[in-house]
């Protein structure tokens, strides 16, 4: 990301270019988008179609502790961004399955990097949690 540009004159846009996007719209996009995938929900999802599709009920098996609701909100906004698709296929009982896009299995190397470090430093982050909440009292609101 940019830095904010501070002048109150707006930069030229690039003459080939149709809309210009300022370093605010940018930095705005980016902040939405990671917020997306770092929801556990989403993480967790895409983790689980790393490997297979997978149905709606088999996800919701794998995913421990999310609710039908919050599934089916999670599995369409990572529909709505690309990262996911999903195929109804016409059966009865109804049959949708759910598949990483491959702009969803793009972003399985960085989600497993993240993973990875959190498990290689959670010890040390605990300690240094534990060290931290002995030796500063909890806050009162003000």
């Known amino acids: 990301m940019a830095r904010h540009n501070t002048s109150h004159a707006a930069p030229n846009p690039p003459a080939d ?4 996007e300022s370093d605010e719209q ?8 990671l917020a997306l995938i770092g929801d556990k929900w ?4 895409i983790g689980q179609l790393r490997d ?18 919050m599934l089916t909100l999670t599995l369409r ?8 698709s999903r195929t109804a296929h016409p ?11 491959s702009l969803g299995t793009t ?3 960085s ?9 290689a430093h959670r010890h040390e982050i605990n300690d240094n949690r534990c060290r931290y909440d002995t030796t500063h009292p909890p806050r009162l609101p003000s």
Not at 54 to 59: H, I, K, M, W, Y
């Open 17 to 20: 270019a149709t809309e210009y």
């Open 26 to 33: 940018a930095c705005r996009q980016v902040l939405q988008i």
């Open 42 to 45: 989403s993480i967790l999802v």
């Open 52 to 69: 297979r599709t997978l149905r709606f009920g088999e996800l919701h098996r794998a995913v421990t502790g999310i609710s039908q609701r």
């Open 77 to 84: 906004q990572l529909e709505r961004d690309g990262l996911l």
């Open 91 to 101: 059966a009865v009982p109804p049959r949708v399955d759910y598949a990483l896009t």
């Open 107 to 109: 972003l399985l190397d």
């Open 111 to 119: 989600v497993a990097a993240l993973a990875d470090w959190a498990n």
